[in-house]
């Protein structure tokens, strides 16, 4: 389930809609992704454009790609080039030799890099820096710093 820190997030910023695109749930839907996962419900909720900005870094909105671009090739290019599992669908552009992984399996994210992170995934000793997709977005957009003074 999707927090409401991230729902009242993009209340805060008129990107959020209550009703789903029948479009957006078909491309989500295309990428095998539980339609009840938190990862779901960001994108057919949220939208504020083709992407969302946050910490100088842009992520995809997912299922707009799907519909609108080559996202099939930013999927193959990460599998072949990076040799990632089938599992792992790319959150961004891997810009600056990096970027982000959305495991859709475990809903786990991954932050991955050209060199010894890479190389450490490949050895199975890089795990995914998020055990969810809710944790990573909450970071991503800086929502997570009342998450510490509140425990």
């Known amino acids: 389930m999707l927090s409401s820190k991230v729902e009242q997030y993009f209340k805060e910023q008129n990107g959020w809609?209550?009703?789903a695109s029948s479009d957006y749930?078909?491309?989500l839907e295309?990428?095998?992704i539980p339609l009840d996962s938190d990862f779901a419900q960001f994108y057919l909720h949220a939208e504020t454009g083709p992407t969302?900005?946050?910490r100088h870094r842009e992520l995809y909105h997912i299922a707009w790609f799907v519909l609108y671009s080559n996202y099939d090739l930013s999927v193959h290019s990460a599998r072949t080039t990076l040799e990632l599992p089938e599992e792992y669908l790319p959150l961004d552009a891997f810009v600056g030799e990096g970027g982000y992984f959305y495991n859709r399996q475990t809903g786990q994210v991954l932050e991955?890099?050209?060199g010894q992170p890479l190389q450490d995934f490949w050895a199975?000793?890089?795990q995914p820096?998020?055990?969810d997709f809710n944790s990573f977005l909450e970071w991503f957009f800086e929502l997570d710093h009342s998450a510490h003074s509140s425990s």
């Open 25 to 27: 749930v078909g491309a």
């Open 112 to 114: 991955l890099s050209l």
């Open 30 to 32: 295309q990428l095998n």
């Open 17 to 19: 809609y209550e009703e």
């Open 52 to 54: 969302f900005y946050s």
């Open 124 to 126: 199975g000793q890089l």
């Open 129 to 131: 820096q998020w055990s």
